[in-house]
């Protein structure tokens, strides 16, 4: 069974720009979820995803959005780049369902310069 | 004060210690997450806890709900071992997760 993928792997882009991040979630599950670990800081939550929805978002300002597609993929898209967005940004999911465990995907590394 | 810290944040052990790491939480949880993260930035699940106790090989996770501790304990421990532990509660009624800052533990051969 295929994993959760992300792309691109590293991903450089100038401030004020747009960055685009793709995620695709294993196979048969609904949720996805987008974490934020900049360099020396812990993991902090910025979106979730299900069935298409979005359900719930951390503490991050409107240029971070994102969607979920009918086939349970995403894209999270970060608009007006800051150099303090520099960071890898992880997906993970899981099937519809409270009490489960995430998969994480290998993460994107965005460096904003 | 953050939701979910954690201790040691640094941990240096030689191979075949007994390793402890340490959860403590403030907030009303559905489950609590024990992740493994390595250099390359993956990482993985090592447990779901609600209540009681887990194992898996060398590693064994419990989490006290009334206290709003859990611990992660790893045995026989090897350098493969070495990597950022976090924690992670996923908070009532919310279903987000908040992440503790991380132990980074390093077993010497």
């Known amino acids: 069974e295929a994993g959760v993928t992300q792309s691109p792997t590293h991903l450089i882009k100038t401030r004020g720009q747009q960055a685009t991040l793709r995620c695709s979630p294993i196979?048969?599950?609904?949720?996805v979820y987008w974490y934020q670990q900049a360099l020396g800081l812990g993991l902090q939550f910025l979106l979730w995803?299900?069935?298409?929805?979005?359900?719930n978002r951390g503490n991050f300002p409107p240029r971070f959005s994102g969607r979920q597609f009918p086939n349970y993929s995403s894209e999270l898209n970060v608009n007006a780049l800051e150099l303090e967005d520099s960071a890898l940004y992880l997906c993970?999911?899981?099937?519809?369902?409270?009490?489960?465990?995430?998969?994480f995907g290998p993460g994107t590394r965005l460096l904003v310069l | 004060k953050n939701e979910v810290e954690q201790s040691p944040q640094n941990l240096t052990a030689q191979e075949g210690e007994f390793i402890t790491i340490n959860c403590s939480y403030s907030?009303?949880?559905?489950?609590l997450h024990w992740l493994q993260q390595h250099p390359g930035g993956g990482i993985v699940s090592l447990f779901m806890?609600?209540?009681g106790k887990k194992k898996h090989g060398r590693l064994i996770a419990t989490i006290n709900i009334q206290e709003k501790h859990s611990s992660l304990h790893i045995t026989a421990s090897h350098p493969r071992d070495s990597a950022v532990y976090i924690c992670?509660?996923?908070?009532?009624?919310?279903?987000?997760?908040?992440f503790g800052t991380g132990t980074r533990l390093t077993i010497i051969p």
């Open positions: 993970a999911s899981l099937p519809r369902g409270a009490l489960e465990t995430q998969y």
């Open positions: 196979s048969g599950h609904t949720s």
């Open positions: 995803y299900d069935e298409g929805e979005e359900r």
């Open positions: 907030v009303g949880i559905s489950a």
């Open positions: 806890l609600s209540s």
């Open positions: 992670a509660v996923r908070e009532r009624g919310n279903e987000k997760l908040t």
